[in-house]
Structure formats: C-alpha cells, structure tokens
C-alpha cells in the first residue's frame, strides 16, 4: 500500500472518538452496514484519483524516480481496482474496460508519460462520478467522505507518513486526497446547519494550511500528521451528527465483523468479478479496522483470518480450504468482539 497503516492505538482512538461523536449526536442510520461494497467502491475510485493525480504532478517532484511512480501506479492497480472493477463493470463495462488498461498502461510505463497520466484521470474522474451517482443518499456519500480523510491509505495516514519520511509524492497524493475531500463536501454542505458548515469549513481550511501543494517547497513541521488528523476526525465527526448517522466503520467494531463475514460468504459463495469485490472489500475492512483490536484479544484468529484473505486474493483454483478456514476464524473474532 502506499501510505503506512497508522498504529493500531492511534487506530483505535479514532475509532472511539469517532463512535462516542456519532452517539453523542443520537446517530440512527448505519451506512456502512447496509452498503458496505458500494461505498467502499467510490472510496477505491477516489484513492485511485488521488495516486493518478499525484502521478501527474510528478514531473516537478524531484524525488519522484521510476520505482516511486511504478510503485503508486502498481498500488491502483493491486489495492484500489479490486475494490471498485465488478461494480463499475456492472455499471459500465467499456469505461471499466478503458480504465483497467490505462491503469495497467501506467504501471508498466515506469515513469510519468503525461498522455498517459491525463487519460488515466480523466477516466477515473468518470468512475468516481459514475459510482458515487449511485449512492443512496448524503449519508453514504459522507462515509465516502470520512474513508477519503481517515479510511486506510486516506489523507491522514498518506499525510501522516508523507510527513515521517519527508516523501513529496506521498505529499501529493495527500493533497489530491484533500482537493477531493472539498468537493465531496461541496455536495454535503447543504445538509448542515450553520455551525456545523463553519466547523467544517474551518477543519478544511486547516488542512488547506498543512498539506503543501505539489508545486510547494514548504515542508510541514513535525507534528503535522497528528493534527491533520484531529481536523479529519473533526470534519467526520460533524457531519455524523448533521445527518445523524455514523460514519466510520468501526463506530461498531461487532457489527463490522458480521458486515466483514457476510463479505467473506459472499465471496466465497461463486468465483466471479463480483465475489471477487467483496473479498477486496472483506480485506480492506478486516485490516484497516478489525485487525488492530483482533490481534489483540484473539492473535492466532487474527492471523487465521489474514492468512486466509491474502490466499483468497492469489487463487485462482479451489478455495473451499481457505474459505473453510476464513469463515471460521471470522466467527471466533466476532465473538472476541462480542458479538
């Protein structure tokens, strides 16, 4: 992946402040519970952009050598495309189709080819547009939002690494991430109140002064991640209580676990694109949220369970084995969780 996943304390303590916001505020509806692949899939888009973007600024970016780029172009191929292709595919095959090999096409340019970068782009523009358009409601599109400031590989944890190893295009990719963060929240605006619209705004704003741009020489100051992470969580936050929802998908890290088993039964139910995609989906949710606590309450199921995801992912023959094993390991660790 291209950003480090954060420490699964700092993991955690987003989660709590997040889920304590999200009850403060009364929260009702549960986006993540009811359209786990759909959201998931925009926030794959959006990740995908981001790191299509970032690829497009590289030119000024001195540290930007052939393997950093091939490295960014072969993570929106390996991490973001699963999350999204059978959904989008579904939607409409011959952009899928486009965007599959423009994606390919930059992983084995190894190096920027701006041809090649702007069709990328504008084609992943598409998709996310395409995907998100299919969202039922503001509540949805802000999840998208909160995974896009604080979901794995999200602006937090890009920026926060960027910032630990002085990476430019990890800066750029962060940036990217944060232009999005204000369109998606262009469209959202009008489901808060007047207060809740300055506190997001001013969230933004300071992020606005922490992510340099990519054409900036301004490096950001120690510390830079952790804050960039308190307005992230502030922004997401506000929202929940605007639309009174919980917008993280920890806020219930039980019910997660049954959202992440119906993904791995799903999956292992058929071997087709669709399958495939909420084993991406599984994947992502079970790492990014459920493994820190796992591994703490139940190791050997933890590892159980990512052992089996990562097996899932390179087979192409019988998996009866590895879902047998994948299954069971996920009901144990929704127990450890309580549920």
């Known amino acids: 992946m ?3 996943a954060r420490p699964a304390t700092v993991r955690l303590a987003l989660s709590t ?4 916001s999200a009850a403060a505020a009364g929260a009702q509806a549960v986006p993540f519970r009811d359209t786990p692949v759909a959201i998931t899939a925009a926030f794959g ?3 995908t952009l981001a790191r299509v ?3 497009g600024s590289a030119a000024g970016i001195p540290a930007a050598d052939a393997q950093s780029l091939t490295e960014v172009a072969a993570a929106a191929v390996a991490d973001d495309l699963p999350l999204f292709r059978a959904s989008l595919e579904r939607k409409d095959a011959a952009l899928a189709g486009a965007l599959v090999r423009a994606l390919a096409s930059l992983q084995a340019a190894g190096g920027v080819q701006a041809a090649r970068v702007a069709r990328a782009e504008t084609l992943t523009r598409r998709a996310a547009d395409a995907l998100e358009a299919g969202l039922p409601g503001d509540a949805a599109r802000a999840t998208v939002l909160g995974l896009v400031l604080t979901g794995p590989d999200g602006l937090s944890d890009t920026f926060g690494a960027a910032v630990d190893d002085g990476d430019r295009l990890g800066m750029a990719t962060a940036w990217a991430l944060l232009q999005r963060s204000h369109a998606l929240w262009r469209q959202l605006q009008g489901a808060a109140d007047e207060a809740q619209r300055q506190t997001v705004e001013s969230a933004l704003g300071r992020l606005d002064a922490l992510v340099p741009g990519p054409a900036s020489d301004r490096q950001p100051a120690p510390g830079s991640g952790d804050e960039s992470e308190n307005d992230a969580n502030q922004v997401v936050a506000t929202l ?3 639309l009174h929802a919980s917008l993280t998908p920890d806020s219930d890290l039980a019910g997660l676990a049954a959202t992440v088993e119906g993904l791995a039964s799903g999956g292992c139910a058929a071997q087709d694109a669709a399958a495939s995609q ?3 989906v599984g994947t992502l949710l079970y790492t990014g949220y459920l ?3 796992a591994t703490m309450l139940a190791s050997e199921d933890d590892a159980a369970v990512q052992q089996a995801f990562a097996s899932l992912a390179r087979s192409s023959g019988s998996r009866s084995g590895d879902c047998a094993q ?3 390991a996920l009901s144990r660790v929704r127990a450890a969780l309580g549920g």
């Open 53 to 55: 973007t970032a690829l």
């Open 291 to 293: 493994s820190p606590t």
């Open 278 to 280: 909420q084993l991406a």
């Open 17 to 20: 402040t997040l889920a304590v």
């Open 2 to 4: 291209w950003a480090r």
């Open 240 to 242: 929940g209580a605007a």
């Open 326 to 328: 994948l299954t069971d």
């Open 45 to 47: 888009t959006e990740r």
